[in-house]
Nanobody
Framework: QVELVESGGGLVQPGGSLRLSCAVS????????MGWYRQAPGKERELVAD???????KYAESVKGRFTISKDNAKITVYLQMNSLKPEDTAVYYC?????????WGQGTQVTVSS
């Protein structure tokens, strides 16, 4: 079993920054890649950023140049640095761990961008 625990969400003004963290524990050897997804009210969950075990990254077009995904292998933690935040970034952000046969999810953390 794999457990993912997110932290770092909150309320921020437009143009501000937040850093989300996802602590990973359990059978981490199963994990091939980690990612951040988000889901806004009335919308489907969407991929925000993804990082493989080798360190390759990909981003949604809407966040390129503003968000950065990274990982600390020693701390077994994945981060999402979010800069230049916009109101449309408001959503619940979920950490995802992907194995060969299963997706693991965290409980989600709320990010609200509002003045």
């Amino acid at each position: 079993q794999v457990e993912l625990v997110e932290s770092g969400g909150g309320l921020v003004q437009p143009g501000g920054s937040l850093r989300l963290s996802c602590a990973v524990s359990g059978s981490i050897f199963r994990i091939n890649a980690m990612g951040w997804y988000r889901q806004a009210p009335g919308k489907e969950r969407e991929l925000v950023a993804d990082i493989t075990s080798g360190g390759s990254t990909k981003y949604a077009e809407s966040v390129k140049g503003r968000f950065t995904i990274s990982k600390d292998n020693a701390k077994i933690t994945v981060y999402l640095q979010m800069n230049s935040l916009k109101p449309e970034d408001t959503a619940v952000y979920y950490c995802n761990g992907r194995s060969a046969s299963y997706d693991y999810w965290g409980q989600g953390t709320q990010v609200t961008v509002s003045s």
